[in-house]
């Protein structure tokens, strides 16, 4: 047998069906759920330098450094 040959029955004999587990809309709702849990975990954390604002001049006064 040929090389051809040998390659395409190997080919013709494999037969894989890979079945998801869920209906692929799924994976969408998943992959949405998960970055608006993140958004909502990167919101909560806006203005939290501002919340020691005065800490964190007293220390640029301190030791000399100026903020902007």
């Not at 970055?35 to 501002?50: C, E, Q």
């Amino acid at each position: 047998m040929s090389l051809i040959t040998s390659v395409a029955a190997a080919s013709e004999a494999v037969h894989v069906v890979n079945e998801l587990p869920f209906p692929a809309p799924v994976f969408g709702a998943i992959t949405l759920t998960i970055f608006v849990v993140l958004g909502f975990v990167t919101f909560s954390f806006r203005d939290v330098a501002n919340r020691h604002a005065d800490k964190a001049e007293a220390y640029a006064r301190e030791h000399g450094s100026e903020t902007h």
